[in-house]
Structure formats: structure tokens, C-alpha cells
């Protein structure tokens, strides 16, 4: 069983930035999938960035060019970067990792508690 721990949230102006952090108790490296998803006010959990073991990397139409991605097999590691954040940039914002594929309806298998951001209007 892997778990997952956030870190790096918190409240931040618009234009600025944070960078969230995901620590799991095991290795990542056998697993494909890792990522990031959030949860608005009100608002279903979309995915936000996610990884793939060989490279691939997918980003939201609605991040895409602000928020990076990044992972760090031998750290067990998986960072996210925002820049520029909004407003509408605010929820919670989940780790996860699975077996994949990105077109499974299902991908992930582990998800992390979650870590609030908010972005005041």
C-alpha cells in the first residue's frame, strides 16, 4: 500500500505562485502514472498535470504554459509548480499514482489527503 503525502499549500495574491510537493512511503518508480488533481468549491476533481514513466506529460487547457510537473523517481517525489496562479486556480489539490494508461477510466490507484490552495479574488 502506497500513501501519499501533500505539502506546500496554502493562500497566495493572484500572479503569484507555490510549489506543492508529494511524498510517498514507497517507490514510485514501478508505478506509470503521477499527477495532479483538484477540487473546487462546488466543482467536481479534475485533473490538473499528470506524468507518465516515460515521459509523457498531459497538462489542463486551463494550466497549461503556468503550472509544471515534475518527477523525482529516486526522491519518491512528484512537485507541482504553479506560476501566474487566479483565482479560479483555487481548491484542493490531490497527488495520485497508478498503473495508467492515461485513456483507463480509472488510472489511479493511490491518492494523497489533499492540500488546500487559495487564490483570493
Known amino acids: 500500500q502506497v500513501q501519499l503525502v501533500e505539502s506546500g499549500g496554502g493562500l497566495v495574491q493572484a500572479g503569484g505562485s507555490l510549489r506543492l510537493s508529494c511524498t510517498a512511503s514507497?517507490?514510485?518508480?514501478?508505478?506509470?502514472?503521477v499527477g495532479w488533481y483538484r477540487q473546487g468549491p462546488g466543482k467536481e476533481r479534475e485533473l490538473v498535470a499528470q506524468?507518465?514513466?516515460?515521459?509523457?506529460?498531459n497538462y489542463a487547457e486551463s494550466v497549461k504554459g503556468r503550472f509544471t510537473i515534475s518527477r523525482d523517481t529516486a526522491k519518491n517525489m512528484v512537485d507541482l509548480q504553479m506560476n501566474g496562479l487566479k483565482p479560479e486556480d483555487t481548491g484542493v489539490y490531490y497527488c495520485a499514482a497508478g498503473p495508467g494508461p492515461f485513456t483507463s477510466s480509472a488510472p489511479y490507484t493511490y491518492w494523497g489527503p489533499g492540500t488546500q490552495v487559495t487564490v483570493p479574488a
Open positions: 514507497q517507490s514510485i518508480s514501478n508505478m506509470n502514472l
Open positions: 506524468t507518465s514513466y516515460s515521459g509523457t506529460i
